[in-house]
């Protein structure tokens, strides 16, 4: 079992920066996951964000947040980030972390094991 615990969530200002911690415990080797962001806004369904293969190297963006999003991993930490930059008001969403064993960058809701509970963040314009 692994436990995943988002936190980094806030309120700013359309432009303005943010960074998102998930930080994984548990029975786990965070190595062996391949990492993921989903976020999910008001009145609509989850959708996927970004995914980072398990030693960091490789990562799959939704075209909406290329350019202005940036995901990493501390495997040492057993801590996974997304960094965001320039953020928009359609940015706004509960931002939830997921852990896939599934070997390849999936965007699928249904290939993540694991889920945090999410971290809220609301972009004003």
């Known amino acids: 079992q692994v436990q995943l615990v988002e936190s980094g969530g806030g309120l700013v200002q359309t432009g303005a920066s943010l960074r998102l911690s998930c930080a994984a415990s548990g029975r786990t080797f965070f190595s062996s996951y391949v990492m993921g962001w989903f976020r999910q806004a008001p009145g609509k369904e989850r959708e996927f964000v970004v995914a980072i293969s398990k030693n960091g190297e490789r990562t799959y963006y939704e075209d909406s947040v290329k350019g202005r999003f940036t995901a990493s991993r501390d495997n040492a930490k057993s801590t996974l980030y997304l960094q965001m930059n320039s953020l928009k008001a359609e940015d706004t969403a509960v931002y939830y972390c997921?852990?896939?064993?599934?070997?390849?960058?999936?965007?699928?809701?249904?290939?993540?094991?694991?889920w945090g509970q999410g971290t809220q963040v609301t972009v004003s314009s």
């Open positions: 997921a852990a896939s064993s599934f070997p390849l960058l999936a965007e699928k809701e249904s290939l993540y094991n694991y």
